[in-house]
């Protein structure tokens, strides 16, 4: 078990999948963590009671990746809520299917504002509260690499973008002792990719693993990454997709 003891945590989209799974990961190794969301009221409520039974500290903050001010509000409200802030992980994002062609202009901007300006402005308001050992980690995907098959276009461009604000804030951030990493899934057993669902055999057929990532799975490398254990890493991408892109 990796000990965060004493770390408090912020995971932007956390109440569902990915995000959710990062967030019990945290709490599990140590961490106090705030997590945003944005209309799974419930969802968000049981994991605060899972997290409070484990003598953690946890708050739910509803907030809309995609609205500037929230994010702001939601940086101050995990800080009030937890007396600081020592790892940011951007986990928020939202899916977009279709090919260029047919791209719809406000759906475009709208993956853009929550896939690439709000991890942005996330770690703009949370810099300020970060010390030596401070974690930025961002949620990419495989697909910012690699792209299978067509109707993927825009999504993919939001993601490869991290890789870039990834690379660019670690330089920033480095000489303050804060690291800033890049994990990668790949196809992950979630409510928006299930492992039952119509295209989950081909996408099991691009993996060397031949299976689906299970969450946790993924949240394991964010708490790796979050830990001392990872302290000489930064800049860095750690893809966690099964060897789909291998």
């Given amino acids: 078990m990796i000990d965060l003891s004493g770390k408090r945590a912020l995971v932007t989209g956390g109440s569902r999948g ?6 019990e990961a945290l709490a599990e ?21 899972s997290i409070e039974a484990r003598a953690r500290r946890a708050v739910a903050i509803q907030a809309d990746s995609a609205d500037p001010k929230a994010i702001v509000q939601a940086v101050e409200d995990a800080v009030a809520a937890l007396g600081g802030l020592d790892i940011l992980v ?5 899916g977009h299917s279709g090919n260029i062609a047919d791209l719809n202009l406000e759906d475009y901007q709208t993956l853009m504002d929550v896939n690439v300006r ?15 050992g401070g974690r930025i980690i961002t949620i990419g995907s495989a697909l910012g690499e690699r792209v299978p098959f067509p109707g993927l276009t825009p ?31 790949g196809a992950t057993d979630t409510d928006a990719n299930p492992a ?11 993996t060397s693993l031949g299976r689906y990532g299970e969450p946790k799975e993924v949240a394991n490398a964010v708490v790796f990454l979050a830990s001392s254990a990872a302290s000489i890493i930064t800049g860095a991408t750690l893809t966690a997709d099964g060897g789909a892109i291998a």
């Fill in 18 to 23: 990915i995000g959710a799974a990062i967030v």
């Fill in 29 to 49: 190794n140590g961490a106090d963590v705030a997590f945003t969301y944005q209309r799974a009221t419930e969802k968000a409520a049981a994991i605060v009671r």
């Fill in 90 to 94: 951007n986990s928020a994002a939202i």
């Fill in 118 to 132: 709000a991890p942005v402005l996330f770690a703009k308001a949370v810099i300020p509260r970060l010390h030596d």
């Fill in 155 to 185: 999504y993919a461009m939001s993601k490869a973008a991290l890789t870039s604000f990834t690379r660019g804030l670690s330089r920033e951030l480095g000489p303050s002792g804060i690291t800033v990493n890049l994990v990668q899934p």
């Fill in 196 to 206: 039952s669902g119509a295209a989950a055999d081909f996408q099991r057929s691009l």
